[in-house]
């Protein structure tokens, strides 16, 4: 009996799409302003990820100070929540304080940058001609997706301000929001890229440095 | 969720009691309370002899085997085990995802004025001459404190859904939270043998100890400014927890003022187990669970009068006075509440079917005897500050007084 086999189409089509997004990617943050749309979108995204999710609070007067936990290697993966891990240190810094956890902070990051790529690939459809490489299907295909994922983070926090009563349904969903989110941002991102005439838009970059 | 199949678990102690259907302020179910049509008789004030009570059944090996305190009659509910079981839910967070407080440090209550504001809660514990605070910006990430009090080993929790802050007698044995919750409140575990103890009933819903009752002791809500000048000599609980969080702010809002989740008329987060609109969602009620059935005061209404007395009589009606206690007649159960304006808190008595009077914040027995609002020479009547959605869910047939 022989042990089944990956489709070889399959797989090189996976590998295709990974390496077309990967240039897509480099393409658009090659270019100044794809680079500071997903720059200023990514950090955006991500303080507004720390303060709905607590671990950044602003107010006055907190003073200027740090603690870390004991041992804090040893916590680093203890959970709070699904996809919530325990702080290690606060950082007081004057006008608020910032929870350090390293775990929750490398989530927030993947998601801030792919929430960035998404919006800087939408703005670029947005205003460059078809003839650069972009289409205006990829803006609209890569924002939506890209702004509602990107705040699935902020739901256990949304249902607090608001006063959302929590049905069991929701409960239910709750925990599947991040993973959820953080897969349509990836789809949509390589969706996206997939769209991209990569030679129009690689072509129109390097005509554009000659001038 | 009003016609959730209940059954009661205890019988009450007053037949009389429990036909009750009162107008007006009154609890008016009348179906009989902690949801019981068998109810037995009761002596002449209403106190209920163990064997007028048909009591959660233990299991008699745990019980003897176990290290905590165990109440013995175990305390009424109003849900069997298994309806609580069915009804419990995940908070969202793992088992000790919310991390118990397992070696507090403490402070001279002087030295920590400068990080408290004089209107800020705190959960105020006596035992035999020790007094601690535990400031509720503390206990809302962490819910339970395994201290040490008085020689006492206690557990000091707090839930924020609920708005409740009990004592247990502990033992040694230690508590954590499990992540769940039954009627929006914090179900507790033992770190003996993992049983599951929804704080407001104090009582067990799974686990080897299930039916069997924790001891309980009363903790007081009290803003910082009063318990400071009652107790000045006392201690406070420190930030110094061992966990790194952000004490300085509120994740559900705030109390002083009370804002977002804590504002009475706002929405409890979940479906509470039984729902009764005579009241804001989450205005304050001193609940007590005597065996003559579950009661439920208005607390701004008690600190209006200083003095509100109910009386129970025979034929299952109620009366309620303000200002006094009247004592005599037909009462076959009296409570008092009090309140006690140094640390704004009520207290709860039987009655002794004498009178007493509020006289300028003191209460005077009928013979011109003054007293504190806090030492009555009365039976005190464990009783505890919840949210009125959460004392009603539990107790849906609370005799309610307001």
């Known amino acids: 009996m022989t042990a089944p086999t990956a489709d070889p189409t399959l797989i090189d089509g996976v590998r295709d799409r990974a390496s077309q997004t990967l240039r897509a990617t480099r393409v658009v943050v090659g270019r100044l302003d794809g680079l500071a749309v997903a720059v200023v979108t990514a950090f955006g995204y991500l303080l507004a990820y720390l303060w709905m999710t607590d671990h950044l609070q602003f107010r006055s007067g907190t003073g200027l100070s740090w603690f870390v936990v004991a041992d804090p290697t040893s916590r680093l993966f203890d959970r709070r929540g699904p996809f919530s891990f325990e702080p290690i240190a606060v950082l007081e810094f004057g006008v608020g304080t910032l929870l350090v956890s390293p775990v929750d902070l490398a989530l927030g990051l993947t998601l801030a940058v792919l929430v960035g790529l998404n919006l800087a690939f939408a703005t670029l459809a947005a205003v460059q001609p078809a003839s650069c490489g972009f289409g205006a299907g990829a803006g609209f295909g890569a924002a939506v997706p890209a702004l509602l994922s990107g705040s699935v983070c902020c739901a256990p926090m949304l249902i607090l301000i608001l006063g959302i009563q929590a049905s069991g349904t929701l409960l239910t969903v709750l925990p599947w929001l991040l993973p959820v989110g953080v897969t349509l941002l990836l789809a949509s991102l390589v969706y996206v890229a997939g769209m991209i005439d990569l030679t129009a838009a690689t072509r129109t970059k390097t005509e554009r440095s000659r001038r | 969720m009003t016609d959730r199949s ?40 209403g106190n209920a002899t163990s064997a007028d009570l048909a009591s959660l059944e233990a299991d008699e090996s745990a019980v003897e085997a176990t290290a905590l305190p165990i109440a013995d009659p175990s305390l009424p509910l109003s849900y069997e085990p298994e309806v609580l079981r069915e009804e419990t839910i995940s908070g969202g967070v793992p088992k000790d995802g919310i991390p118990s407080i397992d070696e507090p440090t403490f402070q001279p209550a002087t030295g920590a004025d400068s990080r408290m504001d004089d209107g800020d809660p705190v959960f105020g514990v006596e035992i035999d001459g020790e007094a601690r605070a535990y400031p509720q910006s503390i206990l809302v990430y962490h819910e339970i404190v395994n201290d040490d009090i008085g020689g006492e080993s206690v557990a000091i929790t707090y839930c924020p859904l609920t708005g409740t802050a009990m004592g247990f007698y502990r033992n040694d044995v230690e508590f954590g939270v499990s992540g769940n919750l039954v009627n929006s409140n914090l179900i507790m575990y033992d770190r003996e043998d993992d049983s599951r103890w929804p704080q407001m009933l ?46 300085g702010s509120d994740p559900y809002g705030a109390y002083n003022p009370r804002t977002r989740y804590y504002e009475p008329e706002s929405e409890p987060m979940f479906q509470p187990l039984d729902e009764d609109d005579r009241h804001p969602p989450k205005r304050m009620t001193l609940g007590a669970r005597p065996p003559e059935g579950p009661l439920a005061f208005d607390l701004e209404v008690v600190a209006e009068a200083g003095l509100v007395a109910l009386e129970l009589n025979d034929r299952g009606e109620t009366n309620v006075t303000t200002g006094e206690a009247q004592g005599g007649g037909d009462a076959v159960a009296q409570f008092i509440a009090v309140y006690e304006d140094r640390l704004d808190t009520v207290h709860l008595y039987r009655g002794d079917g004498d009178p007493y009077a509020h006289e300028d914040g003191a209460i005077v027995d009928g013979d011109g005897e003054s007293h504190a609002p806090g030492e009555v020479p009365l039976e005190s009547v464990y009783a505890y500050d919840a949210m009125w959605f959460a004392w009603m869910g539990f107790y849906p047939n609370s005799i309610v007084v307001d």
Request: with cysteine; aromatic share 8%.
């Open chain 2, 6 to 45: 209940r059954r009661a678990v205890l019988a009450t102690a007053g037949s009389a009691v429990a036909a009750i259907t009162v107008a007006g302020c009154l609890g008016d179910d009348g179906d009989g309370l902690y949801e019981d049509d068998d109810a037995e008789s009761a002596d002449a004030m």
């Open chain 2, 202 to 247: 104090g009582t067990a819903i799974d686990g080897p100890l299930e039916g069997a009752s924790l001891e309980e002791f009363r903790i007081h809500w009290v803003p910082w400014e009063r318990w400071l000048e009652a107790h000045p000599d006392s201690e406070v609980l420190t930030e110094d927890t061992g966990f790194a969080r952000d004490y």
